[in-house]
């Protein structure tokens, strides 16, 4: 399975931006997928993961009610609105495959990350 991030880029406190995560390989349509984010100097964090459905969705605490992730599963991508980022939310930011946990340790499949910048 390969996974291809994109969408990153510099924002304003307050704005909005919103990633993609396309899978390719056999079986990449069946997977959940997770999104995580590592900003330097700290460890690689949960942020939010859906089913190969999508009618099973988490987010982590520290965005809940901010991003939504999403898939179109015709498109084999999945989607992480982002809303209303603040400046801790600049990380570099990775789908993985295939899981729902929020342990970056039990997924197999990484992509290889896209930057999201929030300025203040």
């Known amino acids: 399975v390969q996974l291809q991030a994109s969408g990153g880029g510099l924002v304003q406190a307050g704005g909005s931006l919103r990633l993609s995560c396309a899978a390719s390989?056999?079986?990449?349509?069946?997977?959940?997928i997770g999104w995580f984010r590592q900003a330097p100097g700290k460890e690689r964090e949960f942020v939010a993961s859906?089913?190969?459905?999508?009618?099973?969705?988490y987010h982590a605490d520290s965005v809940k009610g901010r991003f939504t992730i999403s898939r179109d599963s015709a498109k084999k991508t999945v989607y992480l609105q982002m809303n209303v980022l603040k400046p801790e939310d600049t990380a570099a930011y990775y789908c993985?495959?295939?899981?729902?946990?929020?342990?970056?340790?039990?997924?197999?499949?990484w992509g290889q990350g896209t930057q999201v910048t929030v300025s203040s």
């Open positions: 993985a495959a295939p899981g729902l946990g929020s342990d970056p340790r039990t997924y197999s499949f």
């Open positions: 390989g056999r079986g990449s349509s069946s997977y959940a």
């Open positions: 859906i089913s190969w459905s999508g009618g099973i969705t």
